[in-house]
């Protein structure tokens, strides 16, 4: 499922860089990023959208790399941040602040003024006491902060329990029911100037119901805040579409966004400008983690195979059972007859696996690649076991642009303070 990823003579290819060659000049773990691929996801989207208003803001979670977002930023997008922290990497990465969008239950007050400051395009704003401290901090900065606010359609994204967002019983976005309420809240309120809708109804969704549905749920909504008076300029829809990890077969964006576009055309609201927040669906398929084997570990009941990346690295299967694909570097080198593995990493937990019972013809010192890990790997990664942060490479053609060096133990420790001790 990924494209610009491919064997050639049996050694594996991202565009046009053996990606062995880049395990040995650049160490493992490593993530390897194609240029190409990124751009091919997007252009998915902007197919689908040709002659509309939109703007794609990339939720920037999925991988927040600089480089990646000075790609992203250098092709029209926008960014949805969740922190003053993404804030400061969109500007550090030449992103324009008026197009980002800011979203997250969380905003803490340092972070509405900062966002204030840098002239943001809207706060996505997810309760009735976020509008009311938001309208405070605006209005004390003599502003009035754009706000659109996050809606929960209550429909069933048919995904992982952690990353399933538009159901009633979480944390997410305003009740359907309170809607209009909240609306005319928002427009008594001095600091606050209402600009847009919101929704976001989950991640690695693959089926085109549940956004069809939240549609539906969105206009009505649209149609009952216009009625009470209060102007809704732009409709964003969130991101959350999937991506093919393992067989999943995800709508292309182009196709899902041909059925959505014809219920907005359908009630009248084909010219509204839109937004939307992809994450995944821009990046997750663009990347992989090159990982080296250190030992194999035969066993009565399992067959271990221990690598140099670990959950650290890349917590998704740890985090939430997932799957990434697992394939040798080499494809002909091999001389073992594959076996079933446990991959595993060096952490000292049981849930430090990147892949379980995968047949593997494989000996030490080979080199593996987990696949479609763009998304949600390295942003995701920590230092635990003071284990520091792998190095990341954008591949664009025959380049190969190192994009983070690997960390060093010093970097990690950089900021602890020994306790003074008597002499
Ligand atoms: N907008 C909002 C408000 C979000 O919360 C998210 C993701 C997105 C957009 C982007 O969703 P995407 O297009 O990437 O599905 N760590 C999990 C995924 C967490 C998603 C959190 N919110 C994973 O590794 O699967």
Redesign the pocket.
């Known amino acids: 499922g990924q494209p610009q990823l491919h064997y050639r003579d049996a050694s594996l290819y991202l565009e046009d860089r053996r990606l062995s060659d880049l395990a040995r000049e650049h160490g493992t773990p490593l993530y390897v990023y194609s240029q190409a691929a990124m751009l091919q996801a997007l252009a998915a989207y902007q197919r689908g959208f040709a002659g509309r208003k939109v703007q794609i803001c990339y939720?920037m979670?999925?991988n927040s790399s600089l480089a990646v977002l000075q790609l992203f930023a250098r092709h029209g997008c926008g960014f949805?941040i969740v922190s003053g922290g993404e804030l400061e990497r969109v500007m550090a990465a030449g992103g324009d602040p008026a197009k980002v969008i800011f979203?997250g239950v969380g905003k803490t007050r340092a972070e509405m003024r900062q966002a204030l400051e840098a002239g943001i395009g809207c706060f996505n704003v997810e309760s009735e006491a976020e509008l009311g401290v938001l309208s405070e901090v605006a209005q004390a900065m003599g502003l009035r902060a754009p706000v659109s606010i996050r809606v929960n359609p209550n429909v069933d994204a048919k995904t992982h329990p952690y990353?399933s967002?538009g159901l009633k019983g979480n944390k997410f976005g305003i009740a359907h029911e309170r809607t209009v309420a909240t609306y005319q809240r928002a427009a008594q309120l001095p600091g606050l100037r209402v600009v847009g809708i919101d929704c976001?109804i989950g991640?690695?969704i693959t089926e085109e119901t549940p956004y069809l549905d939240a549609m539906d749920r969105m206009l009505d909504l649209v149609q009952a805040v216009e009625a009470a008076g209060i102007a809704i300029q732009h409709i964003d829809f969130?991101?959350?579409?999937g991506i093919n990890y393992n067989g999943d077969q995800p709508p292309a964006a182009d196709v899902l966004w041909a059925k959505l576009l014809a219920k907005l055309d359908a009630r009248g609201y084909g010219q509204r400008q839109l937004m939307i927040?992809?994450?995944?669906?821009l990046v997750g398929n663009a990347g992989v983690c090159l990982t080296e084997v250190l030992y194999l570990k035969p066993g009565e009941q399992k067959n271990f195979c221990i690598v140099d990346a670990a959950m650290n690295d890349l917590p998704?299967p740890a985090m939430?059972q997932?799957y990434h694909a697992i394939v040798p570097l080499e494809a002909a080198g091999a001389q073992q007859e594959p076996q079933v593995y446990d991959v595993v990493g060096p952490i000292c937990e049981s849930g430090d696996w990147l892949g379980r019972e995968r047949s593997l013809a494989v000996a030490a010192g080979d080199l593996l690649a987990v696949l479609s890990t763009g998304?949600?790997c390295s942003s995701?990664g920590s230092t635990y076991n003071t284990r520091p942060r792998p190095a990341e490479l954008l591949v664009d053609g025959a380049a190969a642009h190192l994009i983070r060096a690997r960390e060093s133990v010093s970097d990690i420790y950089r900021s602890e303070r020994l306790v003074p001790t008597k002499a």
């Open positions: 939720a979670k999925a949805d979203s990353i967002t976001h991640s690695q969130g991101g959350g579409l927040e992809p994450g995944r669906s998704r939430y997932a998304a949600y995701m």
